[in-house]
């Protein structure tokens, strides 16, 4: 049998490089948290102009837990600021995002920007 062990503060790898690896740099801030302990793929929301811990609420979110499990791998979202589109990449290329899948990302969006002093309303 063979053992490893790693510790929480020696990572080998973060969910931010992961999402970096897969999709390349980011404009804007990023955030990314891993859908699991085994670390094998995160979900990431790029191009944000201020941070915030939106993936953790999102993966929380029943609607749009539904629509990531349908997906392998690592992903990505963005928002595109001169349509109010939700945008939304995989391993496997864009996928189009259902509407009430983009509302339910854009109502995190709006309490996080509210959260952080940033008085903007997201609307699809």
Do not use: N
């Amino acid at each position: 049998m063979h053992f490893s062990t790693e510790y929480a503060r020696t990572q080998t790898t973060t969910a931010y490089e992961r999402i970096t690896k897969a999709f390349g740099k980011q404009e804007g801030v990023l955030d990314a948290e891993f859908f699991s302990g085994g670390r094998k793929a995160a979900l990431g929301f790029g191009r944000l102009p201020f941070a915030a811990p939106l993936c953790a609420r999102l993966m929380s979110r029943p609607a749009v837990a539904a629509y990531l499990s349908r997906f392998s791998g690592s992903q990505l979202f963005w928002l595109e600021e001169e349509t109010g589109r939700v945008c939304h990449m995989t391993e496997a290329g864009e996928q189009a995002v259902p509407e009430d899948v983009a509302a339910e990302i854009l109502a995190v969006l709006t309490a996080a920007a509210f959260l952080v002093g940033k008085r903007k309303k997201y609307h699809y």
